[in-house]
Nanobody, 124 residues
Framework: QVQLVESGGGLVQPGGSLRLSCVAS????????MGWYRQAPGKQRELVAS???????NYADSVKGRFTISRDNAKNTVYLQMNSLKPEDTAVYYC??????????????????WGQGTQVTVSS
């Protein structure tokens, strides 16, 4: 079984910074794309940023220049550095990853996994 566990959320004033972390654990063979999504009350979940296994990144227009996604493959961890935070960044942030797992000695499986979410609140 695979688990994604986020941390680093909290309450911050406008203009402040937070760093989110997401650690993947379990019978992991390899991790391909990883990403951060967010969902604000009454809104659909949206992609914030993503990073491929090779390190290529993609950002939502609303966070370009303010947020930075990175990963540490040795630690099965993805990060989201969030600077110049705005009230509209308030949401639950979710980690997502495409992970290849070992089911048995000769069986592997590919799956898409979500973390439980971490709350980010930007308010004065």
């Amino acid at each position: 079984q695979v688990q994604l566990v986020e941390s680093g959320g909290g309450l911050v004033q406008p203009g402040g910074s937070l760093r989110l972390s997401c650690v993947a654990s379990g019978s992991i063979l390899s991790i391909n794309g990883m990403g951060w999504y967010r969902q604000a009350p009454g809104k659909q979940r949206e992609l914030v940023a993503s990073i491929t296994g090779g390190g290529s990144t993609n950002y939502a227009d609303s966070v370009k220049g303010r947020f930075t996604i990175s990963r540490d493959n040795a630690k099965n961890t993805v990060y989201l550095q969030m600077n110049s935070l705005k009230p509209e960044d308030t949401a639950v942030y979710y980690c997502n990853a495409d992970i290849n797992t070992r089911l048995s000695a000769f069986v592997q499986a590919a799956g898409n996994y979500w973390g439980q979410g971490t709350q980010v609140t930007v308010s004065s």
